[in-house]
């Protein structure tokens, strides 16, 4: 079952904070992140294992909540090359070694 | 390196037509898969290969077929061309399991 991304969409100004959830409905073993500019392939950002783990990668940071299914992505002081479509893929329940990916969330950073 | 490369990147078909969208990896990774993204709906999974000559079902597997005779090759055939798979078709390898997807430049396909 597809994961749920929230907000559908998120509209920022430079500078400007945002986060972005990945809610699952079954056990999950791991959460992908994924972003995705216009026209190109989705690009890894990070992987979140199951033990409440958090990462971060430069101002991008997130965490993962095994009990609550859940995934946040903190997309902090947000720059304009932050914008595109930002994917959760998860893995779990039956599909171990498949990724199941949300519908996406846009995000647009103004300057 | 040239990591996922895809042909063709565009493609017109006429319903009933077939083809086969070429997908290669040069990083000798064991899982290649290939999904589908139609707006609003994300990225689903059609197939996936966990090493040469296993293949398995993804979500939306039907009308189309796949075969890993190398590590290198993951080939998607459509066998009978509609409408419905207009979409962007992404190929991906990952070193194992659910591991971090590389993506190939994807081939945009559009049934008439």
């Known amino acids: 079952q597809q994961p749920v991304q929230s907000p559908q969409a998120v509209i920022l100004r430079e500078g400007e904070d945002a986060v972005i959830n990945c809610s699952s409905s079954k056990a999950l073993y791991s959460v992908h992140w994924y972003r995705q500019k216009h026209g190109e392939a989705p690009v890894f950002l990070m992987i979140l294992l199951k033990g409440g783990e958090q990462k971060g990668h430069e101002k991008i940071s997130a965490s993962f909540n095994e009990k609550k299914q859940q995934s946040s992505l903190y997309l902090t002081a947000s720059q304009l090359s932050y914008s595109g479509t930002y994917f959760c893929g998860t893995e779990g329940g039956t599909s171990y070694g498949k990724l199941t990916f949300g519908q996406g969330t846009i995000l647009t950073v103004h300057p | 390196n040239a990591g996922v490369t895809q042909t063709p990147k565009f493609q017109v078909l006429k319903t009933g037509q077939s083809m086969t969208l070429q997908c290669a990896q040069d990083?000798?990774?064991?899982?290649m898969s290939w999904y589908r993204q139609d707006p609003g709906m994300g990225l689903r999974l059609i197939h996936y290969s966990v090493g040469a000559g296993i293949t398995d079902q993804g979500e939306v597997p039907n009308g189309y077929n796949v075969s890993r005779s190398t590590t290198e090759d993951f080939p998607l055939r459509l066998l009978s061309a509609a409408p419905s798979q207009t979409s962007v078709y992404f190929c991906?390898?990952?070193?194992?399991?659910?591991?971090?997807?590389?993506f190939g430049p994807g081939t945009r396909l559009l049934v008439l």
């Open positions: 991906a390898s990952s070193p194992g399991g659910a591991g971090t997807q590389y």
């Open positions: 990083m000798n990774h064991e899982y």
